[in-house]
């Protein structure tokens, strides 16, 4: 069986490592570079806590595979196990993330929501005064993307995938109402199976295919922060959801700093490849303040080092879609932010899904595009939305 691959992102490389070492036939297409479109510029986070269950699972796989990806990839992710803390700084928000944590105990998952108190006994850069608690998982953390992606490149290589860089995909073919290939600027293959995992340009190959997905490229921005105090490689990511910011540990007590689409978002839907992939001057600004407003290594004396854009690719309801679309068409695209952290797992689902049409790994029909049909779209936003 001849699977075809469209992106060189860590989705797409986990699809081809899975897919090949079950005896396919795999090649990875992929426009520019390994790794060249948003994996690289990922901050990272590696987290258990969502409120779809389904994306609980993927977590869950997904961490079996972080933990041990040193043993069985022979590459060290440099995978910092210092939980991740979601602050609490209104009443709604501290209501949701209790909610949230019994839904996450239910599936298996060690979480808790903590008082002030207890957040400062193992964050000592928060204020207490400045929040109703958090929800923490002490199990979740941060890893490096780029590694990670040669890990799985080396690994499907050795497994028999074929990778074909600065090769876009022009086209798909079709055979009797299924996709059979993939055209190229210079041939056509034949595939048993495509899968989409093109991030960015996923809604365009989507369109290959006479499919309209709900798919939205966001630019983020990160920057590397110089604190006032050093940030201890034991704190944990630290998200609040009232000024879509972030943090966590970065070499030589610097922290990454970070703001999610509320904060430093601009919707780019016409062309991912024109983007800004620097930092904007304001940005840095604003996101300095946000951070201050809960942690006291960034007061004024906090100096920004250098950063960088990216994009992420939202769904409307911010959580991905894995499907067979069409007969020879797998997506799984639209990650959200979530892309790197459930790569591993969602490498397996689209194994499964290629060879056998279904998954015992997880409730898949939460991830089917048909859900948008009904215009509710807010049902399982992600916990940082």
Known sequence: MHVAIVGGGIVGLSSAYYLSSAGADVTVFEKGSIGSGNTERSAGGIRSQFTLPANVELSKRSLEVWDNFEERFGVDIGFHRSGYLFLARSEASKERFETAVELQRELGVENEFLSPEEVAEIHDGIRPEAILGGAYSPNDGYADPHLAIQGFLHA???????????????????????????????????????????????????????????????????????????????????????????????????????????????????????????????????????????????????????????????????NAIIEQSRPGLVNAVGFSGHGFLHSPAVGQVVRDLVLEGETPMIDVDAFGSDRFDDGDHDRHRWLSA
Do not use: C
């Not at 109402?177 to 190959?205: M, S």
């Not at 983020?220 to 006032?228: D, I, N, Y």
């Not at 970070?258 to 620097?278: E, H, I, Q, W």
């Open 156 to 318: 499907g290589r050795e497994a028999g995938v074929s990778i074909e860089t600065q090769t876009p995909i022009v086209d798909l073919l079709e055979d009797d109402g299924a996709i059979a290939g993939v055209r190229t600027e210079n041939e056509r293959v034949e595939a048993d199976a495509v899968v989409n995992a093109a991030g960015a340009w996923a809604g365009r190959v989507a369109e290959m295919a006479d499919l309209e997905l709900p798919l939205t490229p966001r630019r983020l921005q990160v920057a590397v922060v110089e604190p006032e105090r050093p940030v201890p490689t034991s704190t944990p990511m630290t998200l609040d959801p009232e000024t879509d910011s972030y943090f966590h540990p970065e070499r030589d007590g610097a922290a990454i700093v970070g703001g999610g689409p509320d904060l430093s978002g601009d919707v780019t839907p016409d062309d991912p490849d024109s983007y800004a992939k620097s930092m904007d001057f304001d940005f840095a600004s604003d996101v300095l303040e946000a951070v201050g407003q809960y942690a006291d290594f960034f007061g004024p004396g906090a100096e920004v080092k250098n950063g960088w854009a990216g994009l992420i690719i939202e769904t409307p309801d911010h």
